[in-house]
């Protein structure tokens, strides 16, 4: 079985996706099977994976990396001839079935939350409802990565049995990192992922204006999709630090009291799985998939997106509660149904489900 997967963006959660993904389909397919095109510019979030399955280019921009990645995908599926062509997000999943008609790949096609869920028009959000449901017709499979996301598909009018749950997961065997130098009294808030409206950073910045002597916050991103910049001047409780690699963010996370999630719209968001490995509560929005991750004051608290008077609420009442306890509930959880082993597991099943017995 041969796997090409194909990225128009491997920065967040969709590079822990693969960087957990694609070395497991390397040890189970072989090295010479297994394919990723992303861009270059990216590949500071997929340490895990080895140059001879990587295909980059440069994506100077947006639009520019699509125009690029159309070309390099289209000319791989010639080269490469994938069984399976794995398309993550919505522009590659756009390419990948658009070009359908040219190759005998199966396609599977994993949303990572459906463009439908962004802040925009509602005939904007119908008229991409409706393109994902016509190009549903052309995808063999859709991987949902949470409930949420599938009952969401369905809405849109896919066939039910063209869409999958495969929940994101992480290694259970993970050797924890020296959290990094963070001494403070106040509480320490870790935040990682995209500064964009999606992400909610205006939500907490906002929250946390008055809380100077009460909390803390250390941000890990840039913006990626948005192109207002998000500005922090007079915020002397905030440090920024741009993209980290994966041990350093996994050592700022070691060094927090919590993680925090302000979203507007998500999947299954990773970094919260990411804080669950580490032992820490999160606060998150009550979007997508988080309230599968998360169990109200048992292993974090739930927010209304959009809202930084409950998210500055939230902050003080944690402070009251037993965060340790709580950060032991969420690894257990994790334990519990959120383990790579078993995404990966079930992602190969789905490939099989899918092909001829011979592939």
Known sequence: MKVMHVCETVLGGIGTHLNEVLPSQKASLGKDNVRLIGP?????????????????????SRIWGIGVLFIIYLYQLFRFRPDIVHAHSTFAGAI???????????????????????D???????????LEYTMSLVTDK???????????????????????????????????????????????????GRLDRQKGIDTLLEAIKGLEDEVVVRIIGSNVIGYEKVCFNG??????????????????????DIVVMPSRWEGLPIVAIEAMRTRRPIIASTVGGIPELIRHEETGL?????????????????????????G???????????????????????YKEILPPTA
């Open 40 to 60: 270059y510019e990216h590949l500071i979030q997929v340490p895990d994976i080895t140059t001879n399955i990587l295909l980059t280019y440069r994506r100077v």
């Open 328 to 350: 032991d509930n969420a690894y257990r959880l994790f334990v519990e149904a959120f383990t790579s082993e078993k995404m990966c597991g079930a992602i190969l099943s789905v």
């Open 302 to 326: 739930l927010i209304p997106p959009s809202d930084p008077v409950s998210l500055r609420n939230a902050f003080r009442k944690i402070t009251t509660m037993d965060m340790a306890a709580m």
């Open 235 to 256: 915020f002397t409780n905030v440090e920024p630090l741009g993209w980290l690699d994966m041990k350093s963010v996994y050592s700022h996370m070691a060094a927090c």
């Open 142 to 192: 859709i991987v949902a990565v949470s409930e949420d996301e599938r009952r969401k598909g369905i809405a849109l009018g896919i066939n039910p049995s063209k869409i999958t749950t495969v929940h994101n997961g992480l290694k259970k065997d993970f050797v924890p990192v020296d959290p990094a130098e963070w001494k403070d009294d106040r509480l320490k808030v870790l935040y990682v």
């Open 120 to 130: 925009q028009t509602r005939i904007i959000s119908q008229i991409i409802g409706w």
């Open 96 to 118: 990948v079935r658009v070009l359908a008609p040219l190759t005998r790949a199966k396609i599977v096609y994993c949303p990572h939350c459906w463009a439908t869920d962004r």
